[in-house]
């Protein structure tokens, strides 16, 4: 949804701190050697060519032998700003390898987790398979090395982890750093972002702040199982904070009110609002499986969490219930604008657009989809969604679709489409437009309109 996390502080920083994107350092540059186990992932790739780029020598290591395949090949294996130019160069300067070995761990300097840690299917952290991968990691480690955990984790693991070791007579330093990036924009925001870092002891803490250090971060440094609870409060505030808006959303839709004119009124010069989140899909790899996490923590006991999933998750319910109510579905063809789990992404994992698209399917005569990153065999072009459907819902904010002029009706939760890159979406616009073209225009509730 568009003004996620405070995107716009980040931007003005980026401005002022550009990115050297395709600048490497020779080979003779001396730097640690560092391992990035599940390297090819979206948060390893980007962090092993962030390093490398920075003189380190980074070995990325990945059982996904296409991805591994792929990057040794200089190509992207998903979409990452500047990643395209940053990639082969890294490859050539000698800083960056890619392997499917976890042999590899015991040559290096540092060690880096970064894979993925789903919530099974009862919602609940699948730390078995975390365990496994950490149990082949281990394997291959020697005395005297670093091992940073990276990715998301359940409160407690990185004590737990150490605790091992020792039992184990492994001599290494253990750490938890979480990654904080925005997916896709890594590259810019690993520099930016301040690193939390939770050492399991002094040495740990300063070996592990001297790596984000070498990226030019700083570093705050917290007890280890505070910069776990760090990430997952992180993420589920978010979270409930998206949720609001969502219930608000619905709220103002029971009153025949704009949410997106109630939003823009109540923010604008008022910093107590700033925090005020516009409505959208809150989907995607991360929010609802870290709340997830949060509420197994706390013995299935997170109130505010568990009502932020039913809101979010019921969200693209909400919305074909609304449109229910003015038209009739069963006759008319809907198209969805964006599949991926947000704007200008080609990540489509736990979007909800796809939810959006199977109640549709049960609702209308027809649902055609379109992506501008996604391509799936049944995916039409931009144009011919627009062209055959007869209702149109905005199911990720891509750049594409911002300047849109619609003649049809519109389901836009994120009051996304009509406005121009120079407009500030901020002014709000109607989220719903009942048959009309533009924005700004106030909602109808017209009952009574029914496609035939
Ligand atoms: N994606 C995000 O925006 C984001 C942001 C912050 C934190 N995180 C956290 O980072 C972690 C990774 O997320 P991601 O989005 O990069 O996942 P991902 O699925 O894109 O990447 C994980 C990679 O690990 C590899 N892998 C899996 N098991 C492995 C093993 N045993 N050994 C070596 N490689 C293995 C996979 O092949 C994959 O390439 C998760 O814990 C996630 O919660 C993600």
Redesign the pocket.
Same mark, same amino acid.
């Given at each position: 949804m568009p003004g996620k996390c405070c995107r716009s502080e980040l931007r003005s920083q980026k401005r002022t701190r550009k990115r050297e994107v395709a600048e490497v350092p020779t080979s003779s540059t001396k730097g640690l050697s560092i391992g990035v186990?599940?390297?090819?992932?979206? %948060? !390893?790739l980007p962090l092993g060519m962030a390093l490398a780029q920075k003189g380190m020598s980074v070995t990325l290591?990945?059982?996904?032998a296409d991805?591994v395949a792929k990057v040794q090949a200089g190509n992207m294996p998903?979409l990452e700003r500047g990643a395209e130019e940053l990639l082969p160069a890294v490859l050539a300067s000698g800083h960056l390898s890619a392997t499917t070995s976890?042999a590899a761990v015991s040559g290096l300097d540092v060690v880096v987790v970064? %894979? !993925?840690?789903p919530v099974d299917e009862f919602l609940d952290p699948g730390v078995r398979s975390f365990d496994?991968?950490i149990d082949?990691?281990l394997a291959h480690m020697v005395d005297g090395q670093l091992l940073i955990l990276?990715?998301?984790?359940f409160p407690g693991t990185t004590d737990r982890l150490a605790r091992l070791c020792i039992e184990r007579a492994l001599r290494i330093d253990v750490a938890y750093c979480?990654?904080?990036?925005?997916?896709g924009y890594a590259l810019e925001e690993l520099v930016l972002l301040p690193q939390l870092v939770g050492g399991t002891s002094p040495s740990a803490a300063r070996r592990a702040c001297e790596v984000f250090g070498k990226l030019g971060a700083t570093t705050l440094e917290v007890a280890p199982v505070e910069a776990e609870l760090g990430?997952l409060f992180a993420n589920a505030y978010r979270y409930i904070n998206f949720a609001i808006s969502n219930q608000f959303y619905q709220l103002a839709e029971k009153f025949g009110a704009d949410f997106g004119r109630i939003h823009a009124a109540v923010t604008k010069d008022y910093p107590r609002m700033a925090a005020f989140s516009k409505a959208g899909f809150a989907g995607?790899?991360?929010l609802l499986?870290?709340t997830m996490q949060l509420a197994a923590f706390n013995h299935n006991s997170f109130v505010l969490g568990q009502a932020a999933m039913m809101v979010n998750e019921g969200f693209p319910s909400a919305l074909v219930e609304s449109a229910k109510a003015h038209y009739d579905l069963r006759y008319m063809t809907a198209a969805i604008l964006g599949m991926a789990f947000k704007g200008n992404s080609d990540?489509r994992?736990d979007s909800l657009a796809y939810k959006l698209r199977k109640l549709l399917t049960v609702e209308c005569r027809r649902v055609i989809c379109t992506d501008v990153y996604i391509s799936e065999p049944d995916f039409v072009p931009l144009d011919t969604a627009i062209r055959e459907a007869d209702i149109i819902f905005v199911g990720a904010c891509h750049d594409q679709y911002r300047e849109l002029v619609i003649q049809k009706p519109l389901i836009d939760p994120f009051a996304y489409v009509g406005t121009t890159q120079h407009e500030d979406i901020d002014n709000g616009s109607s989220r719903i437009h009942w048959g009309v073209s533009g924005r700004g225009v106030p909602v109808q509730r017209a009952r009574s309109r029914r496609a035939g």
């Amino acid at each position: 949804m568009p003004g996620k996390c405070c995107r716009s502080e980040l931007r003005s920083q980026k401005r002022t701190r550009k990115r050297e994107v395709a600048e490497v350092p020779t080979s003779s540059t001396k730097g640690l050697s560092i391992g990035v186990v599940g390297g090819c992932g979206h %948060i !390893g790739l980007p962090l092993g060519m962030a390093l490398a780029q920075k003189g380190m020598s980074v070995t990325l290591i990945d059982t996904c032998a296409d991805r591994v395949a792929k990057v040794q090949a200089g190509n992207m294996p998903f979409l990452e700003r500047g990643a395209e130019e940053l990639l082969p160069a890294v490859l050539a300067s000698g800083h960056l390898s890619a392997t499917t070995s976890l042999a590899a761990v015991s040559g290096l300097d540092v060690v880096v987790v970064t %894979i !993925g840690t789903p919530v099974d299917e009862f919602l609940d952290p699948g730390v078995r398979s975390f365990d496994r991968a950490i149990d082949g990691v281990l394997a291959h480690m020697v005395d005297g090395q670093l091992l940073i955990l990276r990715s998301t984790l359940f409160p407690g693991t990185t004590d737990r982890l150490a605790r091992l070791c020792i039992e184990r007579a492994l001599r290494i330093d253990v750490a938890y750093c979480p990654e904080r990036i925005a997916q896709g924009y890594a590259l810019e925001e690993l520099v930016l972002l301040p690193q939390l870092v939770g050492g399991t002891s002094p040495s740990a803490a300063r070996r592990a702040c001297e790596v984000f250090g070498k990226l030019g971060a700083t570093t705050l440094e917290v007890a280890p199982v505070e910069a776990e609870l760090g990430k997952l409060f992180a993420n589920a505030y978010r979270y409930i904070n998206f949720a609001i808006s969502n219930q608000f959303y619905q709220l103002a839709e029971k009153f025949g009110a704009d949410f997106g004119r109630i939003h823009a009124a109540v923010t604008k010069d008022y910093p107590r609002m700033a925090a005020f989140s516009k409505a959208g899909f809150a989907g995607g790899p991360c929010l609802l499986k870290d709340t997830m996490q949060l509420a197994a923590f706390n013995h299935n006991s997170f109130v505010l969490g568990q009502a932020a999933m039913m809101v979010n998750e019921g969200f693209p319910s909400a919305l074909v219930e609304s449109a229910k109510a003015h038209y009739d579905l069963r006759y008319m063809t809907a198209a969805i604008l964006g599949m991926a789990f947000k704007g200008n992404s080609d990540d489509r994992r736990d979007s909800l657009a796809y939810k959006l698209r199977k109640l549709l399917t049960v609702e209308c005569r027809r649902v055609i989809c379109t992506d501008v990153y996604i391509s799936e065999p049944d995916f039409v072009p931009l144009d011919t969604a627009i062209r055959e459907a007869d209702i149109i819902f905005v199911g990720a904010c891509h750049d594409q679709y911002r300047e849109l002029v619609i003649q049809k009706p519109l389901i836009d939760p994120f009051a996304y489409v009509g406005t121009t890159q120079h407009e500030d979406i901020d002014n709000g616009s109607s989220r719903i437009h009942w048959g009309v073209s533009g924005r700004g225009v106030p909602v109808q509730r017209a009952r009574s309109r029914r496609a035939g």
